[in-house]
Each structure stands twice: as structure tokens, then as C-alpha cells.
T-cell receptor, first 112, second 116 residues
Framework: DQQVKQNSPSLSVQEGRISILNCDYT??????FLWYKKYPAEGPTFLIS?????DKNEDGRFTVFLNKSAKHLSLHIVPSQPGDSAVYFC???????????FGAGTRLTVKP | SAVISQKPSRDICQRGTSLTIQCQVD?????MFWYRQQPGQSLTLIAT?????????ESGFVIDKFPISRPNLTFSTLTVSNMSPEDSSIYLC?????????????FGEGSRLTVL
């Protein structure tokens, strides 16, 4: 079963604009959420995370928002840069059960 | 952080054969994991590699098909046995430097297997 869903397989934005990547989850036991970025021929790299006790976490151009009631999180990239072009994976974890689930990824293309 | 090296980076294999993927970490880590990413799919956890004991497999994955070794805190292998075209995937080794599987994972570059 797919407990973490990224419904948009791809997203294209103009350089300098905002990129918004969305993620939904179904398991209310998840209490830690992460975003990973993956370039071709490389492994995913950790980008930003948020605990379920927060609704926002910001790190430079990257901000993650969590809406627990809607079981939804989003990643905002402002301003978007061509180097941000990559596949972004959403992940949710439940440390109590040693469980982490990934979404299928969204391919972001930032056009110059 | 941790630097993870995987070998091979890619391979083309014949149906019915087996291939072993190696994962080497530049430091001792507590937890090592093996993931699979099938084309267009999410990263799926195959198993947790336990040092000195049998790996812990996720639902849908069995030891006979994916035997795993972890002889020490810096090295692990995953074997994909009796391969079929459905096993064509990227296989990723990952580690966490903490003591819990809470989140930040470090990944190797992946091993892309194509089974003909």
C-alpha cells in the first residue's frame, strides 16, 4: 500500500519563481517528515525535515509546511534556480516501528 | 555525515543468474538499509542489515531471494538471486548515523541492474 503519495510526477517552473511540491500521507502514526533531492546517477540526499509537533520549518530557500489535519506536507523553494532541477522525494517515518516510507518522487525542472 | 560507495554502479544480467552488490561506508554506522527503486516507483525498503545477525526483511521480501550480509559496521552486501526482468531496478544502500531510524538517511549512488 502506498502510504506516502506524490501525485505530481513532474513540475516545471521558471527561474526565480516559487516551486511548490506536494505530498500526502495516510498513516497518522508518522511523526517525522523529510524531503530528499536526487540528481541523475546519484543517491538521494537529505534536504529538509519537519517534526509533527511543528507546522513549518525553514532553511534558506527551502521551507516545508505540515498540515497534520489534512495529512499533507509541501516543500516550497523560493526563488527557484536551475540547479534545483532534480527529483524530489517526500518521506515519512515512524521511529517507534522503525518505519520510513517514500513517495514516488516529483521531477522538478527549473527553466532559465 | 557518511560517504557510501556502492559496487557495481550498473550491470546487465541474464535471467536466472545472481548478482552481489557491495556497500562500503567511510565510518562505522549503527544502521544500514537496502532499498529498491523500480522504474517510476518510490523507494521501497527491502531490509535492515544487522551486524552479526540475520537481516530484518520487510513484507514481500525474503532471505532466499535477497540474502544480505553485514560482517562489520562499515560493510554490507545484497545479493539478488535467480534474477528475472522484474528485478530490474536501482538498488540503494543507505545508513543512518544516529541510533534510531528517525529520518536523515545517507544514500549510496545506487546500483542500476537490468535483467534481460
Amino acid at each position: 500500500d502506498q502510504q506516502v503519495k506524490q501525485n505530481s510526477p513532474s513540475l516545471s517552473v521558471q527561474e526565480g519563481r516559487i516551486s511548490i511540491l506536494n505530498c500526502d500521507y495516510t498513516n497518522s502514526m508518522f511523526d517525522y517528515f523529510l524531503w530528499y533531492k536526487k540528481y541523475p546517477a546519484e543517491g538521494p540526499t537529505f534536504l529538509i525535515s519537519i517534526s509533527s509537533i511543528k507546522d513549518k520549518n525553514e532553511d534558506g530557500r527551502f521551507t516545508v509546511f505540515l498540515n497534520k489535519s489534512a495529512k499533507h506536507l509541501s516543500l516550497h523553494i523560493v526563488p527557484s534556480q536551475p540547479g534545483d532541477s532534480a527529483v524530489y522525494f517526500c518521506a515519512a517515518s515512524n521511529p517507534l516501528y522503525n518505519d520510513m516510507r517514500f513517495g514516488a518522487g516529483t521531477r522538478l525542472t527549473v527553466k532559465p | 555525515s557518511a560517504v557510501i560507495s556502492q559496487k557495481p554502479s550498473r550491470d546487465i544480467c541474464q535471467r536466472g543468474t545472481s548478482l552481489t552488490i557491495q556497500c562500503q561506508v567511510d565510518s562505522q554506522v549503527t544502521m544500514m538499509f537496502w532499498y529498491r527503486q523500480q522504474p517510476g516507483q518510490s523507494l521501497t525498503l527491502i531490509a535492515t542489515a544487522n551486524q552479526g545477525s540475520e537481516a530484518t526483511y520487510e513484507s514481500g521480501f525474503v532471505i532466499d531471494k535477497f540474502p544480505i550480509s553485514r560482517p562489520n559496521l562499515t560493510f554490507s552486501t545484497l545479493t539478488v538471486s535467480n534474477m528475472s526482468p522484474e528485478d530490474s531496478s536501482i538498488y540503494l544502500c543507505s545508513v543512518t548515523t544516529g541510533t534510531e531510524y528517525t529520518g536523515e538517511l545517507f544514500f549510496g549512488e545506487g546500483s542500476r541492474l537490468t535483467v534481460l
